[in-house]
């Protein structure tokens, strides 16, 4: 199949050392050839250039001078879309780069889509679909431990559980159509009792796949922490110490934070956003109501409380209010002003242990941190999992593939008519195909490259 030649600028635009456009196609090397001027002394035309080299020259258009630029050229099937690739580099800035693009499209290629480097590659058999979302993981990681997952992820061992999984579906699959296919032979109770069996552990693995999404998700979007507590306990000295430096302002007047601030931090390699509030108290005035609404509407959406206690002073009904706030979502209790003498203890019921910090002397944060991570770690996913972690398409695909086993294993148990096995089975191979893309649909290509960046 003849495909055009795409190209497409794959640095970000502003100003920069270097910028890189890229062309992908069949025609790559002529296309790039019609406008490029080898110069060095061992610099070659595009078409005469042996594979993965690098040449010295010139972009010209129409005799004039685009950019000094040095040309790699690779060619297929040893590249990232399987096709022949040209990448050129030329000085960095808006200008050199769009008027090098603006001549490859003048002579013969076309603009490419978003994504549509990494479709190709898919398309072409290099990746597979988790593969290609691993490119935007890692593209979009904001810590290393996401940018380790997601090259987990791109490497394959994602796909590999993924297509032992459905090579597993499978099997049990085939063995009951070819039953089918001799409706007069009745399948054993041996055979019967193996099939429940794989169909179990199949089932066992769709459900610890998915007991990885919610890590696999504060990894890629990060965790929402929302802090909380009355006036004064030292909310905002807390963001700050977590952050690690004066991000939000404190003072001693209560009611010195009016709106929300959230700021992305690195805990223990996950990506946590913090969200400093309003003081939880009767609002004074209706600027600081308004602020108090948002605090309880970050609250909502939190993922995780940390509610701030003042250890100095005895507690208040505002930090009854708070406590309160808390007691059913996932949170951590934090007794700040450790540095001072403590004048409380907490009720018998609050539940769960109190972190002792103070945001003047520091003490006490670094065990904040290990807690904030145990929060998400807590389940105790062995390490193999952390090699699998589903995004939020794995995770609704392998849902639809658990509950279709599910009644393919009901129905095999209460020896409903193998068809209506054999039917769920094959609901649940389908879905869990999605993944990997081998079953997928155009519209899901579509809505999965549309996320990619130009040039990707
Ligand atoms: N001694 C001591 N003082 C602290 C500590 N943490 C905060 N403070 C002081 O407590 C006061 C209030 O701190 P903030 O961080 O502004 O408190 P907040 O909870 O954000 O207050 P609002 O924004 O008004 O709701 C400031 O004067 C801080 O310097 C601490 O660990 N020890
Ligand atoms: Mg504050």
């Not at 603009?111 to 058999?125: D, M, Q, S």
């Not at 922490?225 to 905002?236: E, L, Q």
């Not at 929300?260 to 931090?265: G, N, W």
Request: glycine letters at 8%.
């Amino acid at each position: 199949m003849t495909e055009d030649t795409i190209a497409a600028i794959a640095t970000p635009l502003g100003e920069g050392g270097l910028a890189v456009v890229r062309l992908s196609g069949a025609q790559a090397c002529a296309v790039a050839e019609r406008c490029f001027v080898p110069l060095g002394q061992k610099s070659l035309k595009p078409s005469e250039a042996p594979s993965h080299t690098i040449h010295y020259g010139r972009i010209e258009r129409e005799h004039a001078v685009v950019d000094e630029v040095l040309v790699a050229v690779m060619r297929a099937p040893r590249t990232f879309t399987r096709e022949d690739v040209v990448e050129i580099t030329c000085h960095g800035g808006v200008l050199p780069a769009k008027l090098i693009l603006d001549t490859l499209l003048a002579v013969g290629a076309r603009l490419a889509e978003p994504g549509e480097f990494t479709k190709r590659a898919f398309l072409n058999g290099r990746i597979d679909l988790a593969q290609a979302e691993a490119v935007t993981d890692i593209i979009r990681a904001r810590t290393e431990l996401a940018l380790s997952a997601a090259h987990e992820q791109l490497a394959g061992k994602l796909s590999q559980r993924i297509n032992e999984l459905r090579d597993e579906l499978m099997r049990v699959l085939a063995h009951l159509e070819a039953h089918l296919d001799f409706p007069d032979e009745d399948i054993s109770p041996d055979t019967t009792e193996q099939l429940l069996r794989r169909l179990e552990q199949g089932i066992a693995f769709i459900e610890e796949l998915l007991r990885t999404a919610p890590e696999g998700q504060v990894l890629r979007r990060g965790l929402r922490a929302a802090i909380v507590g009355r006036p004064n306990a030292g909310k905002s000295s807390l963001l700050n110490q977590l952050l690690g430096h004066d991000r939000a302002i404190v003072s001693p007047v209560a009611g010195t934070t009016r709106d929300t601030i959230e700021e992305t931090a690195n805990v223990r390699g996950l990506p946590v956003v913090f969200i400093d509030t309003a003081g939880l108290r009767e609002a004074a005035d209706a600027l600081e109501e308004e602020g108090i609404r948002r605090s309880r509407e970050s609250l909502a959406r939190a993922e995780l409380v940390l509610c701030v206690l003042d250890g100095s002073e005895p507690l208040t009904p505002a930090d009854s209010h708070a406590l309160e706030q808390c007691r059913d979502r996932k949170h951590l209790l934090v007794r700040n002003k450790s540095d001072l003498p403590l004048r409380w203890t907490l009720p018998e019921e609050t539940k769960g242990p109190v972190l002792a910090l103070s945001c003047r002397t520091g003490e006490g944060i670094e065990a904040l941190k290990d807690a904030i991570r145990d929060t998400v770690y807590a389940g105790g996913l062995p390490a193999e999992m952390l090699q699998a972690m589903i995004n939020s398409r794995h995770q609704d695909a392998l849902r639809r593939a658990g509950e279709a086993a599910r009644a393919a294993l009901a129905a095999l148990r209460r020896q409903a008519t193998l068809e209506i096995v054999a039917l769920e089975l094959r609901i649940a191979v389908n879905a869990v195909g999605e993944i990997v893309g081998k079953t997928a649909t155009e519209d899901l290509l579509d809505s999965i490259f549309s996320q990619f960046c130009i040039g990707k």
